[in-house]
T-cell receptor
Framework: KNEVEQSPQNLTAQEGEFITINCSYS?????LHWLQQHPGGGIVSLFMLSSGKKKHGRLIATINIQEKHSSLHITASHPRDSAVYIC???????????FGKGTKLTVNP | DAGVIQSPRHEVTEMGQEVTLRCKPISGHNSLFWYRQTMMRGLELLIY????????DSGMPEDRFSAKMPNASFSTLKIQPSEPRDSAVYFC????????????FGDGTRLSIL
């Protein structure tokens, strides 16, 4: 079974700071998912990546397949970025996802 | 695009009652997932369907839980009888049936069993 570890569990930042959230997994995968869950509870898929880097606005996701590690970066953080960020990887070759415990980010104005 | 639609958004009921949660996936998606989220355990997959057929139900806690997908546009998750420990947020998600496709989540059903 793939084990997914995220760090840190909680992160508090000041508006404008550069944010990094880390995710490590134990078994090789085809793609890794980054999800965002806002205080209201809804879950949104941010990225799915299998190699290299992807960028969407102020969000950047990177993955190192050899090291089984991914990072999610937020540049020029804003209070509206406050949310829980969850990393997920497929279990075996199936569509079944295994989730990290999430990183709760709070960005203060 | 209407997105994944779940109902009800909130449900409060007494233990022992039957609870039915409903989900309408995005049209055209052929995989559907039911998840449960709690503070203690985070997000967990309960069951997923591909082309209306249950593929993996290993996450279903016990016989009190059952899920059906009678057609491509509707699925139910039923708990009978319900217990206080079933209190959680239940999410439904859908996707194309490839591991490299993102899953689209509904807004969830917040279930409280008293």
């Amino acid at each position: 079974k793939n084990e997914v570890e995220q760090s840190p569990q909680n992160l508090t930042a000041q508006e404008g700071e550069f944010i990094t959230i880390n995710c490590s997994y134990s078994v090789g995968i085809s793609a890794l998912h980054w999800l965002q869950q806002h205080p209201g509870g809804g879950i949104v898929s941010l990225f799915m990546l299998s190699s290299g880097k992807k960028k969407h606005g102020r969000l950047i996701a990177t993955i190192n397949i050899q090291e089984k590690h991914s990072s999610l970066h937020i540049t020029a953080s804003h209070p509206r970025d406050s949310a829980v960020y969850i990393c997920a990887v497929p279990q075996g070759g199936s569509e079944k996802l295994v989730f990290g415990k999430g990183t709760k980010l709070t960005v203060n104005p | 695009d209407a997105g994944v639609i779940q109902s009800p958004r909130h449900e409060v009921t007494e233990m022992g009652q039957e609870v039915t949660l409903r989900c309408k996936p995005i049209s055209g998606h052929n995989s559907l997932f039911w998840y449960r989220q709690t503070m203690m355990r985070g997000l967990e997959l309960l069951i997923y369907f591909n082309n209306n057929v249950p593929i993996d139900d290993s996450g279903m806690p016990e016989d009190r839980f059952s899920a059906k997908m009678p057609n491509a546009s509707f699925s139910t998750l039923k708990i009978q009888p319900s217990e206080p420990r079933d209190s959680a947020v239940y999410f439904c998600a859908s996707s194309w049936d490839r591991v490299d496709q993102p899953q689209h989540f509904g807004d969830g059903t917040r279930l409280s069993i008293l």
